[in-house]
T-cell receptor, first 116, second 115 residues
Framework: GAVVSQHPSWVICKSGTSVKIECRSL??????MFWYRQFPKQSLMLMAT?????????EQGVEKDKFLINHASLTLSTLTVTSAHPEDSSFYIC????????????FGPGTRLTVL | AQSVTQPDIHITVSEGASLELRCNYS??????LFWYVQSPGQGLQLLLKYFSGDTLVQGIKGFEAEFKRSQSSFNLRKPSVHWSDAAEYFC?????????????FGPGTRLSVLP
């Protein structure tokens, strides 16, 4: 099946710094990528949807200036958490969908962000 | 509003026992339906999906799910649980009408398996 990778798998940073998380589709071209956030013992909440070459669409309540998303190519999307604070600590999961006719998304392994 | 419910937050079963995890959805029309499993600290793994056709869907690891339109349900089952099945299980739906529609996830059911 299609493979999606995320890098890094975990990151610890100081409050006020920015952190970039990469999401790559390894064996297919992802026309659309999604970024989710998951708090401990909770479900996944969609943060934003990005289509290659266009601006991301953010869900209500997600600060676009804080969570910068770039989908510059068909195999790479990045999420940058700017001026991170402890409340941004979470598990971030990306998913990617190709151009096929079904709506299956392939999920990355997730990135654990801890902000001190 | 579109929603997915998983009534059971936590289920404990003995190894070898049968399992059923419930999922109900509220949508205008039958959506695409999925079940995912997540081990601690890991990403999501697709167990099975329903698009159309046979309402009993077979998945990986011995799981199956049955779509019941009249009940708006897509319950996950396994006849004999293994200790390695302990994980978090998420039901998810996607609208058929719009390829741009994102997944809507249920709250999840945590499965514990007793030896």
């Amino acid at each position: 099946g299609a493979v999606v990778s995320q890098h890094p798998s975990w990151v610890i940073c100081k409050s006020g710094t920015s952190v970039k998380i990469e999401c790559r589709s390894l064996d297919f071209q992802a026309t659309t990528m999604f970024w989710y956030r998951q708090f401990p013992k909770q479900s996944l909440m969609l943060m934003a949807t990005s289509n290659e070459g266009s601006k991301a669409t953010y869900e209500q309540g997600v600060e676009k200036d804080k969570f910068l998303i770039n989908h510059a190519s068909l195999t790479l999307s990045t999420l940058t958490v700017t001026s991170a604070h402890p409340e941004d600590s979470s598990f971030y999961i990306c998913s990617a969908r190709g151009g096929s006719g079904d709506n299956e998304q392939f999920f990355g392994p997730g990135t654990r962000l801890t902000v001190l | 509003a579109q929603s997915v419910t998983q009534p059971d937050i936590h289920i404990t079963v003995s190894e070898g026992a049968s399992l059923e995890l419930r999922c109900n959805y509220s949508y205008g029309a039958t959506p695409y339906l999925f079940w995912y499993v997540q081990s601690p600290g890991q990403g999501l793994q697709l167990l099975l999906k329903y698009f159309s056709g046979d309402t009993l869907v077979q998945g990986i690891k011995g799981f199956e799910a049955e779509f019941k339109r009249s009940q708006s349900s897509f319950n996950l089952r396994k006849p004999s649980v293994h200790w390695s099945d302990a994980a978090e299980y998420f039901c998810a739906v996607v609208s058929r009408d719009n390829y741009g529609q994102n997944f809507v996830f249920g709250p999840g059911t945590r499965l514990s398996v007793l030896p």
